[in-house]
């Protein structure tokens, strides 16, 4: 009797244990080999056959298709670069130039990767449609209500994140954090 | 009996690692909601379907980029190679290949293209081998992609620069196309030439 009670509290244990440890990891997305410049992170590596089985099972659990190394890299953002987690009620300004690429486009989800709602309909920058200042930096303002100059709408979402991805970019695999790969800024400008 | 539960306690957290290893690692291949089962209900084998842009609302996938207009073929190489055509778009244009779990193995883009067209084949290790050598040698400008799995997931996505773009980089994913090729007929054996007649 003590015999079976002890194996199944072991078992029990390591269930939880393991189950535990594997939805963590998964849903608080702390996959190796991450890319951290600022408060900016992307995993190039899960772009090629050298994905780690973590950020393979985030991929599956997620549906998503992540982007491929010759492609581009995607650099996602869930807090400003005091750390506080970006809250859609609040002005937010990315600011600054990006790391060289042939294109790139900012794109704001809610936290399950879908599109946030909003009155003009849109969901993100390309470099393109961004207007900048002469020397080629530019603000972005992400807020809730509308804001002259690049607007990127929140919808008065709690939480979002925002996701920067560079196409046909020299950033990649060996990229180091430095000067070569300067990524804008984010700071709160003003909260309710 | 402190130390037999603090055993138990112990043998269960080192039981719980490999748990935890074991369904990290198992789960890509059980899990029912990645990319390629989301496509499947859409996408025919072999073909280039259309995505919907993504909206708040609805979307295929999770974390797509609404600044593309996008594509997929899902493939499946049991019955031969296949036949990628993709027409480059005025903004960028890539085509991005991922196995049947999701792996992107390949990329390329319509820069890395260099021409006003990306045609390439498709054809698993196996396939790629039996494909004579001089063939190979006399249509070097074709560019073959061997895919480490029979099946997997080709995303086809040109940029709209410009919102008013979108229907630029529409048509240019409407119009790509990847089918299989139809295996070529045996070549008949190459005949010996005649000999020349002496001349007199």
């Known amino acids: 009797m003590r015999l079976l009670l002890g194996t199944l509290f072991g078992l029990a244990v390591a269930a939880w244990v393991g189950l535990g440890l594997t939805y963590y990891s998964l849903t608080h997305g702390t996959a190796f080999g991450g890319l951290s410049i600022e408060s900016w992170t992307a995993w190039p590596k899960s772009g090629t056959t050298d994905a780690d089985p973590y950020v393979r099972a985030s991929i599956a659990r997620t549906g998503r298709l992540p982007t491929a190394m010759g492609d581009g890299v995607s650099f996602t953002l869930s807090s400003d670069d005091d750390g506080k987690a970006l809250d859609g009620r609040c002005e937010v300004v990315v600011s600054g130039i990006t790391p060289t690429a042939r294109f790139w486009t900012l794109t704001l989800y809610n936290p399950d990767g879908a599109l946030v709602a909003n009155s003009t309909n849109r969901y993100g920058f390309t470099s393109q449609e961004i207007v900048r200042r002469s020397d080629g930096s530019f603000d972005i303002v992400v807020a809730p209500r509308a804001n002259p100059g690049n607007w990127l709408p929140t919808g008065g979402v709690e939480r979002y994140e925002l996701v920067l991805r560079l196409y046909d970019t020299a950033v990649g695999v060996s990229t180091k954090a430095g000067r070569e790969v300067p990524m804008p800024e984010v700071a709160i400008r003003s909260c309710p | ?200």
């Open chain 2, 1 to 200: 009996m402190i130390v037999r539960w603090a055993l138990l306690i112990l043998g269960g957290v080192l039981l719980g690692g490999i748990v935890h290893l074991a369904t990290v690692i198992i789960l890509p291949r059980t899990a029912t909601q990645d990319a390629y089962a989301r496509l499947s209900l859409i996408a025919p084998v072999n073909t280039v379907v259309a995505l919907p842009a993504p909206t708040p609302e609805k979307a295929v996938m999770p974390f797509m980029d609404p600044a593309f207009a996008s594509a997929v073929c899902r493939y499946d190489l049991s019955q031969g190679p296949l036949k990628l055509t993709v027409p480059v778009s005025s903004g960028y244009t890539s085509v991005s290949f991922y196995t049947r779990y999701d792996v992107a193995y390949y990329a390329i883009n319509d820069r890395a293209a260099g021409r006003r067209i990306i045609e390439l084949d498709l054809m698993t290790t196996a396939q790629h081998d039996q494909v004579p050598e001089d063939e190979e040698v006399t249509a070097a400008d074709r560019l073959i992609v061997e895919s480490p799995t029979l099946t997997g997931l080709i995303a086809i996505r040109a940029l709209a620069p410009e919102p008013g773009l979108m229907r630029v980089a529409e048509s240019t994913v409407a119009a790509s196309k990847c089918s299989t090729q139809q295996p070529e007929p045996p070549r008949p054996p190459a005949r010996p030439l005649e000999p020349a007649r002496p001349r007199k």
